[in-house]
């Protein structure tokens, strides 16, 4: 991009305000609104708290302005970006909401995890105007931005976002086909169900399960992709594994059971100090720190 764009965020919350400081950051102008006082009064500490994390001067920070009246916020905008929590009705509602009140060549994104987009666009009177913008948690450490094109959105408008966020310091990719959880999160959630399957048939406990991905193909993973490897290994070799291994991978089509019954014991995650597994204070705060630590030096590079 060759000159700073006005950029509006709808939603000041975990996602919002790291997507402002991307965008910031790139030099853009970014207005933020959110209903809640409360968020909008810690925006700003929030921005400087990402500032002192990659060492940066303020000159992000003082590009966000936050507004509790989303006219007012959207008012010059050229793209929106809507950060919303993720419920298919409110998104179609902000939606609508905008389009009442942007300019009618203004790109509204919707930065969500799972839902398609193009049931997000369905009330929409210009949804070619209208893309899916999934950043990852949190949007300045993970790089990667899936743009998904619904069935009715312009391919200028996916080119447009592209290169916005390209421009920005994100990797972006092109989801050419809008379905539920897109790329990441149906590969991601794949994996998730297999493992889930693995320990509630007693192969091993979570832990192992965590190992195995963490010590063994997850070292490989940020620097060769699942397609790869396999042309690396050779796809003769992809299909004789899948000969045996495919019959017995599992098949639930809805969430797991064991899933289920965790979460009607009350075992919701580090949270509650049990999940699939059990997590004291110290042992959960000790991950989310390497957790952190480890994210924030990927971004560095």
């Known amino acids: 991009m060759d000159n700073p764009k006005n950029i509006s965020i709808i939603g000041a919350g975990l996602m919002g305000h790291g997507i402002a400081y991307v965008l910031a950051r790139a030099g853009h102008l970014v207005s933020v609104f959110d209903r809640s006082p409360e968020s909008l009064a810690s925006l700003e500490e929030r921005l400087d708290a990402l500032a002192t994390l990659f060492g940066h001067d303020r000159s992000a920070v003082i590009r966000v302005s936050s507004h509790n009246n989303m006219a007012e916020a959207v008012s010059n905008a050229e793209v929106v970006i809507e950060a ?38 369905s009330k929409a009177s210009n949804p070619e105007r209208i893309v899916g913008s999934h950043f990852w948690n ?12 619904a069935q009715k959105t312009s391919d200028a408008t996916v080119e447009y976002m592209m290169a916005l966020l390209t421009d920005a310091g994100h990797h972006a990719v092109h989801v050419r086909k ?124």
């Not at 009442?100 to 919707?110: E, G, K, R």
């Not at 949190?138 to 094109?149: A, F, N």
């Not at 897109?182 to 994996?191: D, E, S, T, V």
């Open 84 to 121: 919303a929590i993720e419920n298919l009705e409110i998104k179609q509602f902000i939606v609508a909401e905008l389009e009442s009140i942007v300019s009618s060549d203004t790109i509204i994104a919707s930065n969500t995890s799972a839902l398609p987009i193009t049931e997000i666009a």
């Open 138 to 149: 949190p949007p300045h450490l993970v790089k990667l931005v899936e743009i998904i094109q």
């Open 178 to 301: 809008d379905v539920p959880g897109f790329i990441g999160n149906r590969l991601q959630h794949a994996l998730k169900r297999e493992a889930i399957a693995i320990v509630a048939a007693g192969i091993c406990d979570a832990k192992t399960v965590d190992d195995v991905v963490k010590y063994g193909f997850g070292k490989r993973l940020a620097v060769m992709g699942p397609l790869e490897q396999s042309d690396l290994v050779g796809l003769k070799l992809t299909h004789q594994i899948h000969e045996t291994l495919m019959p017995d991978i599992d098949r639930t089509n809805k969430p797991h059971p064991y899933l289920e019954d965790r979460i009607a014991k009350g075992h919701l995650g580090m949270s509650t100090g049990e999940g699939f597994r059990k997590w004291t204070p110290e042992e959960a705060k000790a991950l989310r720190d390497k957790f952190n630590s480890f994210l924030l030096e990927q971004a560095k590079e």
